[in-house]
Nanobody, 122 residues
Framework: EVQLVESGGGLVQAGGSLRLSCAAS????????IGWFRQAPGKEREGVSCISSSDGSTYYPDSVKGRFTISIDNAKNTVYLEMKGLKPEDTALYYC???????????????WGQGTQVTVSS
């Protein structure tokens, strides 16, 4: 059974940092494209960091470029999202997702985790 389990969310002050983790089971990450997405109340889900396993291509929207970094530890079958310089507008439920095909920041990924909440106070 394919599972993605996120962790590492929490409450942080503006300007602070967090590292989110996404542990994968039931498949190996190096065969899949991986993405981090977020959804704030009343807003659409959006991609914030995505990476292709085949060529290492990455996607970051302008809103997080230079602040967020996605990485993969294949030995641990875990994906990370390093977030620094956090802003109140980064407050959202953060999800990781996986798919055989790289979809950039699009929402068409096949497998999704349940999410971890990130709250940034001003």
């Amino acid at each position: 059974e394919v599972q993605l389990v996120e962790s590492g969310g929490g409450l942080v002050q503006a300007g602070g940092s967090l590292r989110l983790s996404c542990a994968a089971s039931g498949f190996t990450l190096d065969d899949y494209a991986i993405g981090w997405f977020r959804q704030a109340p009343g807003k659409e889900r959006e991609g914030v960091s995505c990476i292709s396993s085949s060529d290492g291509s990455t996607y970051y929207p302008d809103s997080v470029k230079g602040r967020f970094t996605i990485s993969i530890d294949n030995a641990k079958n875990t994906v990370y999202l390093e977030m620094k310089g956090l802003k109140p507008e980064d407050t959202a439920l953060y999800y990781c997702a996986a798919d055989r095909h790289y979809r950039g920041g699009g929402l068409g990924y096949q497998f999704w985790g349940q999410g971890t909440q990130v709250t940034v106070s001003s």
